[in-house]
């Protein structure tokens, strides 16, 4: 069950013009709370004139080593300037060392544990933060394994863990590739400048590598880009198993890190019933309240329990993920869950309406 502790700051550190990235020190008592896989996001929240404001970032660090109970020690998200972002505004100019967040436990899907094969990610943007997590702890711990991380951005000058990256290229010049793109900046060498769109990616991933060979893609950044990425190896016969997304921007919205299918919204909706009633495990112990009219499944059980789980409400982040016993519902719209999870009952519950008399959730599953 995810909850949140209050965090010490350690260090902001500036990145680039408009990013930072926010160290937190773990205290010895939460560091098995904070154990996290490469790939995890953090939820972070503050109080700000009397509203709760909630945004994820994610991990950027090395995940914790098998066995080693004194890890994390510390926890380190990118965080990207947002125009008018509420949070993004205080991280990036209020915020300071010696400060306290409160600091969800980890949470997400867009995970890789360490395997032998060859990897490969697109990303754009910000989208570096958790695909950095991802190849760094792959590329320490397993040998047999390399990765092609294919990146763009607009300029030099507004790219993410730029040297960071290029510490992996030094350290592992045979197993990790880098290929960059800018969108707004002519490169004195490498690709010409432009976005990546799927034409371009039609062309350029098989000249880089054996598509078919490639275990697992990792793709994470703005939606166009994720989805384009996505139609070009489905195009190119890649299973759908084997691609793995992250959304970062849907619909112009907040930079969020949110497991994600690319899906857009479902077809018409059907309609919802007035009088529903809501049945909801959480932290084991169950509860069963009145949906009001126009309600979310979400803001109904948080009438009634403050620790329901969320970040979002958005849904992109995939935290309030629970498991349908029994009922149906209606998603508004679904970027973070994966065909198969919804095919085995998971639905978003900041999304969810009902469409039957009575909806059984578990969000303990």
């Known amino acids: 069950m995810a909850r949140f502790h209050p965090l010490r700051v350690a260090a902001v550190d500036r990145l680039t ?47 914790p080593r098998p066995g080693a109970p004194d890890e994390p020690r510390q926890l380190r998200v990118g965080v990207r300037l947002v125009e008018d972002g509420a949070f993004s505004t205080y991280a990036f100019k209020e915020l300071a060392a010696g400060d306290e ?14 395997a032998p094969g060859r990897y490969a990610a697109v990303v754009g943007g910000s989208g570096i933060t958790p695909v950095l997590s991802i190849v760094t702890t792959l590329l ?12 763009s951005d607009r300029t030099a000058a507004s790219t993410m863990f730029l040297e960071e990256v290029a510490d992996l290229k030094d350290r592992w010049p045979d197993r990790f590739q880098l290929v960059t793109v800018l969108s707004r900046e002519e490169q004195q060498a490498g690709l010409d400048s432009g976005r990546l769109d799927e034409e371009r990616l039609t062309r350029l991933l098989p000249a880089l590598l054996p598509v078919a060979e490639v275990e697992g893609w990792f793709l994470c950044g703005p939606f166009g880009l994720v989805q384009g990425a996505e139609r070009t190896l489905r195009a190119l016969g890649v299973p759908r198993r084997r691609i793995h997304e992250e959304i970062f921007h849907v619909d112009g919205g907040v930079a969020t890190a949110t497991s994600a299918p690319a899906s857009a ?31 979310t499944l979400l803001e109904t059980v948080l009438r009634n329990r403050a620790d329901a789980p969320y970040a979002c409400k958005g849904g992109v982040c995939g935290t309030c993920r629970a498991f349908r016993v029994s009922g149906e519902v209606r998603m508004d719209r679904n970027f973070a869950l994966e065909p198969e999870e919804t095919e085995a009952g998971y639905v978003l519950a900041c999304q969810s309406h009902p469409i039957t008399d009575t909806v059984e959730l578990d969000f303990d599953r």
């Open 101 to 114: 967040l409160e600091v969800m436990t980890p949470a997400g899907r867009f995970t890789l544990e360490p």
């Open 265 to 295: 919204p479902g077809p018409a909706p059907a309609a919802t019933v007035s009088n529903s009633k809501v049945t909801a495990t959480l932290d084991g112990r169950s509860g069963t309240w009145p949906v009001l009219d126009g309600e």
């Open 17 to 63: 013009d408009d990013s930072v990235t926010l160290t937190f020190d773990v205290p010895p008592a939460l560091r098995e709370e904070y154990r996290f896989s490469p790939g995890q996001h953090l939820a972070l929240r503050r109080f700000a004139d009397g509203t709760e404001i909630r945004r994820t970032y994610s991990i950027c660090s090395p995940a």
């Open 140 to 151: 320490e711990r397993e040998p047999l394994a390399d990765f092609c991380l294919i990146r």
